[in-house]
């Protein structure tokens, strides 16, 4: 069966095989970044159960195209391909399907599939206005109708139909937000391929792609992951080389603030706050600004946060997605160079201490996605814990130091585990120095965030830490990458 195609997600299929059972029509939307798989999910779990018809929006394509198109899937699926008069509106498209479903057994599943909607409709089209007055009118009551509509940008998704106050309210009967992969699913996902690579390699590729199905697609079997890489996201040729400008293109209409704020995220290791952002982009501080903001964090691209025990209005922004990090970090400054690279660009760079800023941001990233599983190395999961991250800024001019905490658990078992994440291709090793850094750093943060709580030290790392007399002194609690395997 198709469905066997799907690798991982478990909580999506279970609600789509819901939909299968229930005795009552249903309306699904399905919204998530561009080419995390959202078609290929429904397509391949609902092609062959039932009547299956979908369509799919044009990008930039006129009424009368969508329309076209409409007519010849509608003329393939109920006339054996003998081409009909196209429709002249999307009421007049509904009314046809409305009468063919009329005369097919009633106890059929019809599963009918709008992909990219938000290319499909426009304030001309009325599509909206169609869909509404058909779904109540007539679909809801067929007991055997799937209706599905699904679209990449994510924002027109949730302002025009998931949270629409208009004549949609209240009508979806379920809501998929369809995230990347993660590591577990990514390795199975290989597999599937027949691709064999170690926990590291994943790794290496997933810092620079993501756990998104289309880019993994693009992995060869037999290569180590600098060679992928080097393939992918250095050659004119590799989908990665370009995919960030069409990925703009895709989701936004006028993106230039979307590259603007993204650029300058990109730029901090540690994230930026609300105030430099404005400073730095020029952009004022209002509708505009937050709508764009709204936006790239709807499509997973960046994330807000507040640090922990911080006021609300104390909001920084970083970049959640290991594609546009990677991009910003290495690609975009060689094409803006036109410099050519050849196949041994990336090796070369791979081995240089540049990268390990890099790499830094980006394998926490990638523990902070995983957070579910570092809390179940450290065996938290039957203790009830608010979950952050905690920075310290010192006024200027002052002679203090700052400090940040990446992920902290504030456990209501009278401790506070803090957690420093490491990335290192051996053993990490706590040297004087470094275990001067991590005393230091708990020195700030019972000055600053006052607590009568333990605090624990835990190392999240790649292969693990060297024991040595500060290690043995000053960790209480280990993590490491394979971990978030599980």
Avoid at 45 to 66: C, M, R, V
Avoid at 233 to 250: M, T, V
Wanted: charged share 25%; glycine share 6%.
């Amino acid at each position: 069966m198709p469905e066997q195609n799907i690798i991982g997600r478990k909580n999506e299929k279970e609600t789509l095989k819901g939909i299968l059972k229930t005795n009552q029509a249903e309306f699904l939307a399905i919204y998530g970044r561009r080419r995390v798989g959202k078609t290929f999910l429904i397509r391949e779990f609902f092609s062959n159960k039932g009547l299956y018809f979908e369509i799919t929006g044009q990008k930039d394509g006129s009424i009368k195209e969508q329309l076209e198109n409409f007519s010849k899937i509608f003329s393939s699926i109920f006339f054996k391909g003998v081409l009909i008069k196209s429709p002249e509106n999307w009421k007049n498209a509904f009314e046809l399907l409305t009468n063919q479903i009329k005369e097919l057994d009633k106890s059929k599943k019809v599963i009918f599939f709008l992909d990219e909607l938000p290319w499909l409709s426009n304030k001309k089209s009325k599509l909206m206005q169609a869909l509404d007055y058909y779904w109540n009118r007539f679909w809801s009551a067929n007991k055997n109708f799937i209706l599905i509509v699904c679209g990449s940008a994510a924002s027109w998704m949730l302002d025009n139909l998931i949270n629409a106050k208009g004549g949609l309210y209240n009508r979806l009967t379920r809501i998929i937000h369809l995230r990347p992969f993660y590591l577990k699913e990514t390795k199975q996902y290989l597999i599937s391929k027949n691709i064999h690579l170690s926990e590291k390699q994943i790794c290496d590729i997933y810092m620079s792609f993501g756990g998104i199905p289309y880019y993994l697609n693009q992995i060869i079997k037999g290569k180590s992951a600098t060679q992928i890489i080097n393939k992918v996201c250095f050659q004119k040729e590799g989908i990665l080389y370009d995919e960030f400008d069409k990925l703009l293109a895709a989701l936004y209409d006028r993106s230039d603030d979307h590259y603007l704020i993204i650029k300058k995220i990109a730029k901090t290791i540690r994230g930026i706050s609300r105030d430099d952002l404005i400073k730095q982009t020029r952009l004022n501080s209002g509708g505009r600004l937050n709508k764009r903001l709204k936006e790239l964090e709807i499509s997973g691209f960046i994330q807000s946060y507040v640090p922990y025990g911080n006021k609300r209005k104390n909001i920084f922004y970083r970049i959640i997605d290991e594609y546009l990090l990677f991009y910003f970090h290495w690609i975009l400054p060689i094409k803006q160079k036109g410099i050519q690279t050849n196949k041994s660009y990336w090796n070369a760079k791979a081995r240089t201490p540049r990268v390990l800023s890099w790499a830094g941001n980006a394998f926490e990233i990638i523990c902070l996605k995983h957070v579910d599983k570092i809390i179940q190395a450290l065996d938290l999961e039957s203790i009830s814990c608010e979950i952050g991250s905690w920075r310290y800024v010192p006024k200027k001019g002052t002679k203090e130091i700052g400090a940040q905490i990446d992920l902290l658990f504030d456990r209501e078992d009278g401790i506070v585990t803090i957690c420093e994440i490491k990335y290192s291709d051996n053993l990490f090793k706590i040297d004087k120095s470094y275990a001067k850094q991590l005393i230091n750093k708990v020195d700030i943060f019972e000055k600053y965030f006052p607590t009568n709580k333990q605090i624990n030290i835990a190392m999240i790392t790649m292969k693990g830490i060297k024991p040595t007399i500060w290690s043995e002194e000053l960790v209480q609690n280990e993590v490491i990458f394979s971990d978030l395997f599980t």
